[in-house]
């Protein structure tokens, strides 16, 4: 949405697993079945109770093993979406339990009323926009085994004219053994696809972009910059009172 309402702010746009939709009402959602995730997670307290039977960390869990497959989660009607994981099951051979601390830590302070709230719960919100444009270079990174394929018409869309109409500057690029996590299951891979794009398209915020790719295992995240590197377009005046702002 930022690259269509302010497209002079955006140089490029990287995107895992979401082609570009409005939100609104969508015939898609409508044709899934009651029990889909993202409708039992728009209902208000739906989900809060559901995942207020288990701590955090479990949460988190039974989330990354659900969304691991190949079939978006839905529930019968006497389930909810948290019943459908068996509690012998095992993380996701990529996903290490030092990861699932650090992410279940987070969520502990945060809550999860942010993450229901967006997307879910704004989903069928009408935006307003009726002749979206995204003009930004932009690259899609879809695993094939990512289970948003599966929803109705979402893999015809994502191959589309209508698509290419919207962003008509997309490349759209399928990992094999991706799935809907596949930045953390193929990290290499996307890395190096990203990289490719932005080298591609030689944005100005290429070293901001290729921070957030990841370091060595020596390297802290200030050393990824080169200290020769100039400054993006902000001015030195503004970076200096961001400096001054953030400290104070």
Excluded at 24 to 53: I, N, T, V
Excluded at 151 to 167: E, M, Q, R, T
Excluded at 220 to 233: G, K, N, Q, W
Aim: overall charge negative; aromatic content about 10%; hydrophobic content about 35%.
């Amino acid at each position: 949405m930022i690259a269509v309402l302010y497209p002079e702010r955006v140089a490029g746009i990287v995107s895992l697993g979401v082609p570009f939709k409005l939100p609104g009402p969508s015939d898609a959602r409508d044709l899934m079945p009651e029990g889909f995730y993202c409708k039992r997670w728009q209902e208000p307290g739906r989900a809060e109770a559901d995942f207020g039977r288990f701590d955090v960390k479990t949460v988190i869990k039974n989330i990354y093993i659900l969304f691991s497959g190949t079939k978006p989660p839905t529930a019968r009607e006497d389930q909810e979406i948290m019943d459908l994981v068996d509690p012998s099951t095992p993380l996701p051979p990529w996903l290490s339990e030092e990861d699932l601390a650090v992410y279940a830590s987070s969520y502990l302070k945060s809550g999860f009323r942010y993450p229901l709230q967006v997307p879910y719960r704004t989903l069928g919100i009408d935006c307003g926009i009726t002749n979206p444009k995204v003009e930004a270079p932009t690259l899609l990174i879809m695993g094939e085994k990512d289970y948003a394929l599966s929803f109705p018409v979402n893999a015809d869309y994502i191959k589309s004219d209508k698509l290419k109409h919207i962003v008509p500057d997309l490349e759209t690029v399928f990992v094999e053994e991706g799935n809907h996590f596949v930045h953390e299951k193929l990290p290499e891979q996307v890395n190096e696809l990203m990289i490719n794009f932005l080298n591609k398209h030689d944005t100005d915020r290429k070293n901001l972009y290729i921070l957030y790719s990841g370091t060595k295992e020596d390297q802290e995240i200030m050393d990824l910059i080169d200290l020769c590197t100039s400054s993006p377009p902000s001015s030195e005046e503004d970076l200096a009172v961001y400096v001054v702002s953030e400290s104070g």
